[in-house]
Structures are given as structure tokens and as C-alpha cells.
């Protein structure tokens, strides 16, 4: 199996042809570098041995990779944005397909549809698009994610064992697209996913995560002024009874605002500043490690 190794030298992007083979005398996988490419964003086909040139990774890297790649997402970032103003939900699941038969669900969230919203907002705030074509904007994006999760959820289906983990935002908390779109993201990858956003009083969070029982529960907050909200809110959720291992709180309010080294009642809860979607699992993982490592024993 070969694939190609992405290495960062002064921040540019270098590209390596790497081998897995089998060492014998060790007894395990070895790599072995079949050659240097040179810059990432110049890598071609013809630069690639004959014998790997049709290998999924390959194909895949120089996909990702290629500048011609970027030029295609700038076009496609300004082609979602019109179709997202006429409310054009056909022609956008249509560039979804397009989008993510090669590069995946991920990667369309996170370079193409949140990229674009936080356009929107730009326009909005500059006084280049008016109220309600915002709105039309954010109701053809949710409708958009729908789309995308009946397509989906066709594919996977969520494992009984999976974590069960409650995406919520605070009360008064009405921005939704973020919620949908980690959950969108979460159900692609078999957990199993209640999504209650936006904005839900305190009283019936409770009650739902008392009969959901999450493993995890997410909450999302884009207006840092609803950070008294979600501390009452992550108080409330830890007087409880709800056995979690973790509550994550995240989203673009939480940004700009600086937090305070956790004490020990607060040891679950955690603030991801700045977590893309694609750091989303490693810190869904890392918080559950002990819940993994405890079902594991059960098993035993
Ligand atoms: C659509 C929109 C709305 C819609 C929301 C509809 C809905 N059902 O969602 C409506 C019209 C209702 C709205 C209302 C308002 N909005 Co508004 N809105 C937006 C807009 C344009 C897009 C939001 C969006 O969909 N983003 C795309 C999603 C995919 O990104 P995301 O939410 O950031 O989520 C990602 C990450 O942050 C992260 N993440 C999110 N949550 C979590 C949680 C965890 C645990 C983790 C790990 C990660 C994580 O993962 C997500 C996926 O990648 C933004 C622009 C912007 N910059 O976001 C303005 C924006 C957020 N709105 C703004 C404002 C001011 C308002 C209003 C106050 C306007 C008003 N005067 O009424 C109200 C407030 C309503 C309220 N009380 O909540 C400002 C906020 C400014 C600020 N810094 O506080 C923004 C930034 C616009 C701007 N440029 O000024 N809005």
C-alpha cells in the first residue's frame, strides 16, 4: 500500500511517496520513502510512478491538494452563496454530490457551507444583504443539511454500542446550522445523536437528557452574550442526576472570551476555542476515553 506523506517545512506543504511494507525481522509494518514529489500544491499525476497512479490515495492527495483544487472551491464558495440567496436547494445538493463523491461530507462543511455563512454574516453586517435574504440564506442552508442527512443516513447506521451524545444550545440561543452540522457529521460516523437546538429552557434539557442518558453532551453558543445562559445551564446539568462523562461547549461566542483554569467540580467541562469540525472526534474520543476503557471491561 502506498500513500503520500504531507510534511511542513517554513509553511509550505511537502509532498513524500511513502510504502508500507513488512518487516520481517521486526515483525511489524515499515515505511519507506519511494520518492520525493516537491511541493504539495504542484503535485501532478506524471510525477507518480506507474504503478501507483491509480491508487485511491494517490488520486485522493492530489485531489485535495492541487491548486487547481482551490481555484474550483473559490468558485464553488460563490456559486453555493447565489444559489443559497434564490433558495435553490436542488442545485445545491446537486454541488454537495459533486463536492463530496471525492473530498467527503467533512470537508464540504468545512471548507464550503461554513465558510459561506460566515459570508452571509459579513454581507449582513456590512449592510450588503438585507434581513430577509439572510434568512433565506440560513433556511436554505438548514434544508440543505437535511438533504444531506437523508442521503446519509441511508449509508450509516448508528451502532447500538454507539456513544449517545445531546447537541443543545442555551436558552436564547437561536443560531441552529452549527448543531445540525455536527450532527450531520457525528450520525455520518455512526454515534448516535440527539439534536435539540436552538435555544430549549433549562427545565426540559434536564428532562430530556434524563431519559436520552448521553454520554457527551454538546453545547453550542455563537452570541457570547449567552455565556451567563450556558453557565447556568452547565450548573444545572451537573445538580443533576445525568451520569456524563463530559459536557463540550463550543462555537464562535466562546472565542473571544478568556477561561478560567477549571476547578474540580468543573473537571468535566470543557471549552474547545477554535475546534473545527474535523477536531471534533479526537475531543469527543479523549473525553470519553474512560467511559471506551469501562465498556471494554464490561466486555471482558
Ligand atoms: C444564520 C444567522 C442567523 C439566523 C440563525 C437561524 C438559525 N436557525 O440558525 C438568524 C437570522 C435567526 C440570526 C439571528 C441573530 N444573529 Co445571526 N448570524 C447568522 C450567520 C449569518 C450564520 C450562522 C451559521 O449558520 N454559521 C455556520 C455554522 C456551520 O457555523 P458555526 O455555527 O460557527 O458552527 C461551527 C463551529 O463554530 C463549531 N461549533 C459550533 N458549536 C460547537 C459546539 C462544540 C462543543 C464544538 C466543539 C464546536 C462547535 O462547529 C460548527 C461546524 O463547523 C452568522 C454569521 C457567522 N459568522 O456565523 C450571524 C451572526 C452569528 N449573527 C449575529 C447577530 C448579531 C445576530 C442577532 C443578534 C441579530 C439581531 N439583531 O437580531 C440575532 C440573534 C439571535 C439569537 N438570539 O440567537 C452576529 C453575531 C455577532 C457577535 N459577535 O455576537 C453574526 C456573527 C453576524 C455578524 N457578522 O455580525 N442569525
Known amino acids: 500500500m502506498v500513500f503520500i506523506r504531507d510534511k511542513k517545512v517554513k509553511g509550505h506543504s511537502y509532498a513524500y511517496l511513502v510504502r508500507n511494507t513488512w518487516d520481517d525481522k521486526n515483525g511489524r509494518v515499515k ?4 520518492k520525493y514529489l516537491g511541493r504539495s500544491s504542484k503535485v501532478a499525476l506524471d510525477d507518480i510512478p506507474k504503478d501507483f497512479q491509480n491508487d485511491p490515495n494517490v488520486v485522493t492527495f492530489i485531489a485535495c491538494h492541487s491548486s487547481d483544487t482551490q481555484k474550483m472551491e473559490i468558485t464553488m464558495k460563490e456559486e453555493i452563496l447565489e444559489l443559497l440567496i434564490r433558495n435553490d436547494t436542488n442545485s445545491l445538493i446537486n454541488i454537495f454530490e459533486r463536492y463530496s463523491q471525492f473530498f467527503g461530507l467533512l470537508r464540504f462543511y468545512e471548507r464550503l457551507l461554513a465558510p459561506v455563512m460566515y459570508k452571509v454574516g459579513e454581507l449582513w453586517e456590512a449592510g450588503k444583504l438585507d434581513v430577509a435574504t439572510e434568512h433565506v440564506c440560513s433556511s436554505a442552508a438548514h434544508t440543505l443539511v437535511r438533504l444531506i442527512n437523508e442521503r446519509t443516513s441511508r449509508n450509516s447506521v448508528a451502532n447500538r454500542k454507539a456513544l449517545r451524545i445531546l447537541i443543545c444550545t442555551p436558552e436564547g440561543e437561536y443560531h441552529s446550522l452549527g448543531c445540525m452540522v455536527i450532527e450531520s457529521f457525528l450520525r455520518s460516523k455512526g454515534y448516535s445523536v440527539s439534536n435539540i ?7 426540559s434539557i434536564i428532562a430530556f437528557a434524563n431519559k436520552f442518558e448521553p454520554d457527551l453532551i454538546m453545547i453550542s453558543i455563537t452570541l457570547a452574550d449567552n455565556i451567563g445562559a450556558t453557565n447556568k445551564l452547565v450548573n444545572r446539568i451537573l445538580a443533576s442526576r445525568i451520569s456524563i462523562c463530559a459536557i463540550l461547549v463550543g462555537g464562535i461566542g466562546i472565542e473571544s472570551l478568556s477561561i478560567k483554569s477549571e476547578n474540580d467540580k468543573f473537571k ?3 471549552f474547545l476555542k477554535g ?3 474535523s477536531g471534533i472526534l479526537s475531543s469527543i474520543k479523549e473525553a470519553t476515553k474512560d467511559r471506551a476503557r469501562a465498556s471494554v471491561k464490561i466486555k471482558k
Open 31 to 34: 515505511q519507506e520513502i519511494v
Open 268 to 270: 468535566k467541562v470543557k
Open 197 to 203: 437546538a436552538p435555544s430549549v429552557p433549562f427545565d
Open 275 to 277: 475546534t473545527k469540525l
